[in-house]
């Protein structure tokens, strides 16, 4: 039975499509997966070719953005389509599943539904058919999975595989009357970066080519960047770079040992013990990282590929759209960086690769400014179902269909809150268009200019700079017009990361 809010907002519009017509749905989405390492989008560290077959046969979307770069709160911009502020997901809090989302109005319209993989949002998938996700974070190697039944570990499995297996069987067992929406979410390459045995080994000694902005001093720019606690250089554990620790060590000394950074890290090189300190050191850590990033990716587009195979070879799909996305975008070294948070470009990027045969012309690309909250819209439209009014984001349709409409946005608007938080990194919002950013740390009251087109790499705050007076009144009434556009009127501003959320906080972040 339709609930009394679905019914009326269905009956309003009209009913969905018929069945016949509506397309079925398959939204992979990783973690943390930069733009700037898939092979589509110009990657210089990895090739990705199932991921970018998304894009040659359909359209690669150049600039996506995502409202709040960081795990919890993307993820339920993505379900709702609103803003932080009003979806009530700012940091790491529990999502009320009683809210209207995607699954539950395509459920509602007769989509069979199904959600794989990384939830991370404290509460239990509600609007799904079939469920089986991780919890919190999961793991990699091992992992365990949990449906509203119990749960089930995999024991001598790799959670990238798992996750695709399951997919692949909610796709043969589907009720094959009616269109299916299948959200696939893969937990990596989220840290700790830990391949499997066969991608470790594509990349182990593998050089990788630092970015332009390793070294970044971090002159003119605000207290922030230079409080931040994401550094390759100084905030790696030993975990991270995957050291092994000394014998002897009771379990609490061995999570320690883990957890602090080193300072010395000795390796073996043309058969002598090296002791890599300061810069080499950091070039050293980089490429650790990078390795085991990268491995974890390698993985993701190789399951990738699997499940295109499936799509191909059943005939699924002639009538289903495919979408490659991440929750966020992510530092790969740059500004000497390996988190996300910050609004600048790598952190707030997301990759967005569609495919949709017959209705998206193969090989296209766009510019458009996109938000992760058009993410439903998009698919409400596609299936023939209304769009709720309290949805903020905007169908992409018409972007994909390749008419894009005269009034759309040529500006968006971000905001990250979680301050004290992991990181260091502080609270700030700001205004992106397609040649300027301004970013406003509140807490600090500090500005941030940048010229995008004579300074891609944002490298020189111009806030407060001669002759950019014009340009900063500018970009300050636009941050206040979209301020106030979305309804953010700053509920949140001194949010604190939530204690005690079932059970444990660490459940749930992005650690």
Known sequence: MIRPLLAIILSAFGSQAPAADRPNVIFIMSDDHAAHAISAYGSRVNQTPNIDRLGRDGMQLDNVFVTNSICTPSRAAILTGQYSHLNGVPVFNRFDSSRLTVAKLLQEAGYHTGMIGKWHLGSDPAGFDHWE?????????????????????????????????????????????????????????????????????????????????????????????????????????????????????????????????????????????????????????????????????????????????????????????????????????????????????????????????????PGTRSDAIALNVDFAPTFLEAAGVAVPAGMQGRSLLPILRGRAPADWRTSMYYRYYHDPGDHNTR??????????????????????????????????????????????????????????????????ANEQPPSGVDGTVAKLRGK
Do not use: C
């Not at 931040?228 to 009771?250: F, H, M």
């Not at 406003?440 to 111009?462: C, G, I, R």
């Open 133 to 361: 996700i991780l919890p919190g974070q999961g793991a990699y190697a091992d992992p365990v999975f949990y449906t509203a039944d119990g749960e089930t570990k995999y024991t001598g499995r790799y959670v990238t595989d798992v996750i695709t297996d399951l997919a692949i069987d909610f796709l043969k067992s589907r009720p094959k009357d009616k269109p299916f929406f299948l959200m696939v979410h893969h937990k990596a390459p989220h840290r700790p970066w830990e391949p499997d045995a066969p991608h470790r080994a594509q990349f182990a000694g593998r050089w990788i080519p630092e970015p332009e902005t390793l070294w970044d001093s971090y002159a003119t720019r605000t207290d922030a960047l230079h409080e931040n606690q994401q550094r390759v250089a100084d905030d790696l554990t030993r975990r991270d770079l995957k050291l092994e620790p000394p014998s002897g060590l009771s379990d609490a000394e061995r999570t320690q040992w883990l957890a602090d950074e080193p300072a010395t890290v000795t390796i073996t090189r043309d058969g002598q013990a090296v002791a890599l300190t300061g810069e080499a050191l950091a070039r050293w850590k980089y490429q650790r990282y990078m390795q085991d990033y990268l491995a974890t990716i390698q993985s993701v587009d190789d399951n990738v590929g699997r499940l295109l195979a499936l799509l191909d070879t059943s005939g699924l799909a002639r009538n289903t759209i495919v979408v490659y996305t991440s929750d966020q975008g992510f530092f790969l070294g740059d500004h000497g960086l390996f988190d996300k948070r910050f609004m600048y470009e790598e952190s707030l990027r997301m990759p967005f690769l569609v495919r949709w045969p017959g209705v998206i012309a």
């Open 427 to 492: 609270a700030h919002y700001g205004v992106r268009t397609r040649t300027h950013k301004l970013i406003y740390f509140w807490k600090k009251d500090q500005w941030e200019l940048f010229d995008l087109v004579h300074d891609p790499s944002e490298l020189h705050n111009l806030y407060g700079q001669p002759g950019h007076e014009e340009l900063t009144r500018t970009l300050k009434a636009e941050l206040a017009r979209l301020k106030a556009a979305v309804h953010d009127e700053d509920q949140f």
